[in-house]
């Protein structure tokens, strides 16, 4: 009885907030609108916004795809049996994980490849792809050891191939329970993305931040910032949702 009470009054509360943040949106809708037309539209900023955006997107799928092969790289490296690359795998995984993206960056654009031609976009791809792959390799390494070694056996008993075990039996109940821990990765990935712009790259952040300097009105260009931001994180999430439903449906 009293956790409805909680439960419902919880909810009045969360209805409340929603109602208020929306009368409060609905009041302010004029300044937002004239500030996103004066600051984005008159002033062609929106140019460089897609500019910006294009760069962080680019940097997301790239950073995912590297990092998922790198990811089964180091995965397969730390589930071997040879004692070295067990060994290699984990400190790679160690290191990765445990230096801040923005350093790894910095790192391998000031000093690994320093005096070199090679684009800091690339660089920046090279280094999100690593440490996404670190992640990546804990994430697969996880849910492949959460199937039971029972099912494992049966299909080996069976007459299954060790290729065949991996592709009817280990890689669809893994990706199942990976699923939606790479999802939140990739959306993580879309945040680390903020801080490219410290080898140069002229990401979405970049944009936001020179644009608030440039117009006077930082809090306007930072909100809009987040609300992309956002988007994207939600646009991750309604792709994962509907694949899910896909497969459910089959």
Not at 132 to 145: C, L, P, Q, V
Not at 162 to 176: A, G, M, R, T
Not at 217 to 224: A, G, I, K
């Amino acid at each position: 009885m009293v956790n409805k009470k909680v439960n419902s009054m919880i909810d009045f509360g969360c209805i409340l907030i929603a109602i208020i943040t929306l009368i409060v949106g609905l009041y302010y809708s004029k300044f937002i609108w004239e500030s996103f037309y004066s600051s984005i539209i008159l002033s062609k900023a929106y140019i460089g916004i897609l500019s910006g955006l294009k760069v962080t997107i680019l940097l997301t799928l790239v950073g995912s795809i590297l990092g998922t092969l790198f990811g089964a790289i180091i995965c397969s490296m730390r589930m071997s049996k040879v004692t070295s690359l067990n060994i290699l795998g984990k400190i790679l995984i160690e290191i990765l994980r445990g230096i801040p993206v923005v350093m790894l960056l910095m790192f391998l654009y000031f000093f690994v490849f320093l005096g070199n031609s090679i684009d800091a976009l690339y660089v920046a791809m090279l280094g999100y792809g690593m440490n996404t792959g670190a992640h990546m390799a804990e994430i697969f390494r996880t849910s492949i050891t959460a199937i039971n070694p029972k099912e494992v056996e049966a299909a080996r008993m069976l007459g299954f191939s060790k290729l065949k075990v991996f592709y009817y039996i280990i890689l669809p109940q893994s990706w199942k329970i990976a699923k939606p821990i790479y999802e939140s990765a990739i959306i993580t990935l879309i945040q680390w993305t903020s801080v490219a712009g410290y080898i140069s790259v002229t990401e979405l952040t970049r944009i936001i931040n020179g644009l608030g300097s440039r117009t006077g009105n930082p809090f306007f260009s930072l909100f809009l910032g987040m609300v992309i931001y956002l988007l994207l994180a939600y646009f991750v999430k309604t792709i994962f949702w509907l694949s899910n439903r896909r497969g459910e449906n089959k």
